[in-house]
């Protein structure tokens, strides 16, 4: 991001020619580990993300990172580490939607907030969903003066609890957009809108999708707490991570931890029956398939939007517009060994998910997400001597027929929160599955808030 200062790249999201913005150079923070273990977490936050932050004042980044973080937004701790059978299991579930996105986009939301009162500008923010990323996006945006937020999910083919976490939100600048059609139709409308540019221009039109660079530095901050916790506990000052995947950003916040310095043992991508990234990192083909739908929807993905940033650091800015050119063009693009060497894979079936949810129910009392199982299951096989450690990733109570075909109840899976869900005032807005209304919406919305109250 060189030339690019901080708050610009955050802002834009994808860089002027549709590529992923990546850091021209990493900080090191090897040296500092026994200082950064002392501190909470939004202090540990500030500290790591100060060197990427070029152009916001430190006290304002402290002030953003303390509020994200506080116990108003995330009532337990951040991201406790509880040890499950010899895992260490580090749950990112304690955000306001019960899922690791949270972890992120309250403090995207905040940071948005800033820049545009900094700068008297407004933003609408649009945005697809099949589920969790759009009510994190809701709730991290919700209320917030300069930002109105639009989230198209596919009308009535989202899980009930889901939809209501989004369609419970009542503030004036959050608009839920029932698409009738598909999830697919859904991502469409977004990618025709975003490529309409006097439009986008008009409209002031941003996305917070898992490509947002603030995004992926929120989420290094809890490999370096993960790894303070279990260093404290078991001595090992080396670690494994096996990280749930879907579009690549977790995993790859966990890749920018190691290149800034934290000694990760090795990096572990566990995929769901969607194993394009396996399948890349055993075979060295990266291969566009069909996608599956599984009891894991967070990770159900055709293509990883997050993977073209580690190939720019695999094999160079030029080497990649090149790849991503013969992946655009024939659906494939290949690497050799030597070049994907940062990563092990493996994949998990539904059947497996299945059986990992009940045995470790069983077992040890503790009850997982699908998403964090994938993780769990994946952990579990790798077992030696190298402490290991897998992030989960959702509170199983946002998936109770997952829960529910496993244990044959979901009752252990309810949380306080999502029960209050049910029966509290909604509202959404169905439209067609067609550009211009969507854009007329949006235009009649911005509309309706510049006007004076
Ligand atoms: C988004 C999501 C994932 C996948 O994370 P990526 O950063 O896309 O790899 C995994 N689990 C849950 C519950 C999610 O919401």
Redesign the pocket.
Known sequence: MRDLPFTQAVMMGLADDGGLLVPEQLPDFSDELDQLSALGYAELAARLMAPFVDDLEEIQLRRILAESYAPEVFPDEVAPVVEIDGIHVVEL?HGPTL???DVALQFLGRLFDHILARDDQRLNVLAATS???GS?AIHGLRGRQRMAVFVMHPRGRIAPLQELQMTTVLDDNVHNLAIDGSFDDCQRLLKTLSGDLDFKRRMALGAVN?VNWARILA?MVYYFRAWFEVRERTGASRVRFV???????????GWYAAASGLPVHELVVASNANDILPRFFQTGVYARGDVHATL?P??D?QV???FERYLYHAVGGRRTAQLMRDFESGGRLALPPEQRADFRAAACSDEQILTTLRDTYERTGYLL?P??AVGYKVARDLADDVPTVTLA??HPG?FPEAVQQALGSAEAARHPRLDALWGKPTRRHDLPNDPASVRDFIERAQNRAAQPA
């Open positions: 579930f899922a690791f996105k589920g969790d990323t994190a898992s989420q990280v749930p995947t879907g579009n690549f950003g977790n995993v790859l916040a894991s967070a990770m993905i990883a939007s997050n997400d998403h964090s990733t959702a946002k």
